[in-house]
């Protein structure tokens, strides 16, 4: 196996292992993904419980994926309750997988997370959103696209 291969394979491997969690309450968050193979069509699949997400084809040979928390701000907490207890509300998270041209993005926790991602384009998209989130796809020239919104 080459020096080059290797050095994806190192790389998706940590992408997969090393979640994008802890989102920056100042602002967004982004990750550049490389693809295992540049030369091929590319997929991305995106599901948010709470947020939109974006999509922009761009002339690349990787993805730019900037998140960006919901109600960005200081960290809320509940009053004290009986006891003296309250509630404090953690920031949400994101994951970022690659393997074999096909990354995934995934929102964590209960905070809302919006996405925007520059694609290839041509690249495959399966995307998702749960809870009146918007979906929006610009210059993709997708070759297939999924698009859910609930």
Not at 23 to 35: D, H, K, M, N, R
Not at 107 to 135: C, H, M, Q, S, Y
Request: aromatic letters at 2%; a neutral charge; glycine letters at 12%.
């Amino acid at each position: 196996m080459n020096t080059a291969a290797m050095k994806r394979i190192l790389l998706s491997l940590v992408l997969i292992t090393l979640p994008a969690a802890a989102i920056a309450q100042q602002g967004a968050e982004q990750v550049t993904v490389p693809l295992s193979d540049p030369g091929r069509p590319a997929s991305l699949y995106t599901e948010v419980l709470t947020g939109n997400i974006t999509v922009r084809g761009t002339n690349r040979r990787d993805m730019l994926v900037t998140a960006r928390p919901r109600g960005q701000g200081a960290s809320r907490s509940e009053p004290a309750g009986a006891g003296g207890l309250r509630r404090l509300t953690q920031p949400g998270g994101f994951d970022i997988a690659e393997r074999g041209n096909v990354v995934r993005v995934e929102a964590g926790g209960n905070r809302g997370v919006d996405f925007e991602v520059e694609v290839p384009t041509g690249t495959n998209l399966k995307l998702g959103t749960v809870n009146g989130g918007a979906i929006l796809v610009e210059r993709s020239e997708e070759h297939t696209s999924e698009l859910q919104s609930h």
